[in-house]
């Protein structure tokens, strides 16, 4: 894993494997879904993750996580990364009542027509996402937005490389997004207000600027 240091300057979807079954719309008490995001009421034990706070992501053979953080050891990006492809990681607060993703993944496309890119709709494994080329600095750039609304709280991930235009490709992004963990805490919070994430305290004690474990 790389730490690197920056200088200080919807309605809800459907997940559709679950372990629970469902009476009356509802999961059965005690049932934790069979893939996640899984809120941190509901996840696995006995699984090895790196704790950002907010995020929990699992340990998956060969993907790297890269992580910004400014000195205070605030982070300001997750991105992980695997062979030519990557994704990042943002979440978000969200209200009890009802999922974000239907009105951000809007506001994405949006603001990506704005920027002179197009954006397609289509559904994915965590239900409607977002497909863009934008244009960068070193050429035009696949992007694929997906987001899974939880209790109170939303994912959102965008996968870049060969991931973004072919889902087989995400391999083990998409394991460890399946594995992650959010852990909203209990403090009320502004909806889409992104959640807190924070180094863990031995590598903010120890972190020069560039730290790999």
């Excluded at 890269?66 to 695997?82: E, K, S, T």
């Amino acid at each position: 894993m790389i730490f690197s240091r920056k200088r200080a300057g919807g309605g809800r979807h459907a997940r559709d494997e679950r372990a629970a079954e469902v009476v009356d719309g509802r999961e059965a008490e005690g049932q934790a879904p069979a893939r996640g995001p899984y809120d941190v009421s509901e996840a696995p034990a006995g699984v090895q993750r790196l704790d950002l706070g907010s995020l929990h992501i699992p340990a998956v053979a060969d993907v790297e996580v890269r992580v910004q953080a400014d000195p205070q050891g605030v982070i300001q990006q997750v991105v992980l990364v695997h062979g030519q492809s990557a994704l990042q990681l943002g979440v978000f607060a969200a209200p009890r009542s009802e999922g974000i993703w239907d009105e951000v993944r809007e506001e994405i496309r949006q603001s990506l027509f704005n920027d002179g890119a197009a954006a397609q709709e289509a559904q994915g494994e965590y239900g409607p996402e977002l497909h863009a080329r934008v244009r960068t600095p070193d050429g035009l750039t696949d992007l694929r937005f997906v987001g899974i609304d939880g209790p109170r709280w939303m994912v959102r991930g965008v996968y870049q490389g060969a991931a973004a235009t072919d889902p087989v490709a995400a391999g083990p992004l998409r394991e460890c997004l399946d594995g992650l963990v959010v852990d909203r805490g209990q403090e009320a919070k502004p909806v889409r207000e992104p959640l807190p994430l924070r180094l863990p305290r031995e590598v903010a004690d120890q972190a020069g600027p560039t730290v790999e474990a």
